[in-house]
């Protein structure tokens, strides 16, 4: 039994040391006699793993003293939902940042609990561009202005942040999280959902500024206040043990690694390999995203012949690769290229395109 190359876009291939450490754990973690999952939450072992974690996270993303971490569940989604019954008062307004199918969803579900307004959106381009920051009509009253820095279908990403004046930013990182170094102090809130870089799906992490923390409550319950779980190490009730435990092995990966500017400098490598193969196609492989926001976590492309697609995506699939086939919004491929993809999979990916290339050209 060998292991795939995997390049799902999410949950996604997790760093193989992770995958067996926690294997190794899985009986018997540190000495209690039960794996992680079978241990109380409130118990000292676990309450232990939980706040390891969160200092690992802390130290590895610099995060300053006035912010918050919070393990949550729900998925990205819910908080699509919940950041504005959290953020602003009723009635109130944000401004969203349209890139792409995920922060198209993310302004919808806002809509139900405040007036969401698009202040950019590159829609018009089939997302394929990001809307110039000179053009964006953002709102000095607005209670946050959200956005999404990598747009995980397209492959679409931020390279800088964009800087919106005195207004909170917040960020879904859900696919770009840990990618490479952050600095976190220019956002009021982050949020990943856990299944991409960080650790099994059910989990979502966020990191909050204390003063976005103290706006006064909205008539909500309490379990979907963030200021109750903040006050509740999050856990209002019982957090995604597991979830957590595994993302606390992968911080220490991580750490292990070389830190975050490892990550960055292997990622702006990997992805580097995948553009330079699909440039150098002659046009068998197009990737038609905007130069300058390509996405260093999500590379798609697309064949010159769609007839093709099924072809490769059997041959890549019998040569051991899973997970290149691209979101049903845009068809193509996607190579998700994130942290636990180790370069020998991204070189085995390349040849492996260049080959068929040559095979089928
Ligand atoms: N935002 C982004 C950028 C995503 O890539 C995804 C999908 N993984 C989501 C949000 C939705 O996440 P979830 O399925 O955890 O709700």
Redesign the pocket.
């Given at each position: 039994m060998s292991r795939a190359w995997n390049f799902s876009?999410?949950p996604a291939a997790l760093p193989e040391a992770v995958l067996k450490r926690a294997q190794a754990e899985m009986l018997d973690w540190n000495g209690t006699g039960a794996s992680v999952m079978e241990l109380s939450h409130r118990g000292k072992p676990f309450m232990q793993l939980a706040a390891a974690a969160e200092q690992r996270l802390r130290q590895l993303l610099a995060i300053p003293s006035n912010y918050k971490v919070l393990f949550l569940q729900g998925?990205?989604?819910?908080h699509f939902a919940q950041i504005p019954m959290n953020l602003a008062p009723e009635g109130g307004s944000a401004d969203y940042i349209v890139t792409g199918v995920?922060s198209k969803?993310a302004v919808s579900e806002a809509a139900f609990h405040v007036d969401a307004r698009v202040a950019a959106t590159s829609e018009a381009t089939d997302f394929l561009t990001l809307p110039p920051r000179a053009g964006w009509q953002l709102n000095p009253e607005a209670s946050y202005v959200h956005y999404?820095p990598?747009?995980?279908i397209r492959g679409l990403e931020f390279h800088e942040i964009p800087d919106v004046g005195e207004v909170p930013l917040v960020a879904?990182m859900?696919?770009n999280i840990l990618g490479a170094p952050l600095d976190v102090s220019r956002f009021g809130l982050i949020y990943a959902?856990a299944?991409?870089n960080i650790g099994p799906?059910g989990l979502?992490l966020m990191i909050v500024r204390d003063d976005l923390l103290a706006r006064p409550p909205r008539s909500i319950a309490r379990i979907l206040r963030y200021a109750e779980q903040a006050a509740n190490d999050s856990m209002l009730n019982t957090p995604n043990t597991w979830g957590w435990y595994v993302a606390g092995l992968t911080f220490e990966w991580i750490e292990g690694q070389g830190g975050l500017a490892a990550m960055g400098e292997r990622n702006a490598r990997k992805s580097a390999m995948v553009y330079d193969a699909i440039d150098g196609s002659d046009g068998f492989y197009r990737n038609d995203v905007e130069r300058a926001a390509r996405s260093r976590m999500n590379v798609s492309f697309v064949l010159h012949d769609s007839a093709l697609d099924s072809v490769f995506l059997a041959e890549s699939e019998a040569a051991g690769f899973i997970g290149l086939k691209g979101h049903k919004a845009v068809g193509g491929m996607r190579a998700s290229l994130y942290n636990a993809v180790s370069q020998p999979a991204v070189e085995a990916l390349v040849q492996f395109m260049r080959d068929f290339a040559a095979r089928h050209g």
């Open positions: 876009a999410g998925g990205a989604t819910q995920f969803k999404t990598n747009e995980t879904d859900s696919s959902g299944q991409k799906s979502v």
